[in-house]
């Protein structure tokens, strides 16, 4: 499990990013650099971590199921993805 700290700090990334989504849209229309350089770091959807919705993890992170690939073949291997299953050949 992540710490708590990580976690919250990237929701707080992500509520800065919706705050500024249409104002950095629409500087980036009429090609104000300057100003989009003066909107906090943490506008930018980039500095979004993509994480773990169990566990936390960011890294191994699945996008299709929203999880690490640790807790994704857990999740499969105890049948709880529907139309998961462990290949074999």
Not at 17 to 31: H, N
Not at 39 to 54: G, H, Y
Not at 63 to 81: D, M, P, V
């Amino acid at each position: 499990m992540a710490k708590k700290s990580w976690l919250e700090r990237n929701k707080k990334k992500s509520e800065t990013v919706k705050k500024f989504a249409t104002l950095r849209a629409e500087l980036k229309a009429k090609g104000d650099y300057a100003a989009l350089s003066k909107l906090p770091k943490n506008a930018s959807p980039v500095r979004v971590v993509n994480r773990c919705k169990f566990s936390g993890r960011r890294r191994g992170y699945l996008r299709k199921y929203g999880c690490s690939r640790l807790t994704f073949r857990e999740a499969a291997l105890n049948g709880l993805i529907p139309g998961v299953i462990k290949a074999s050949w």
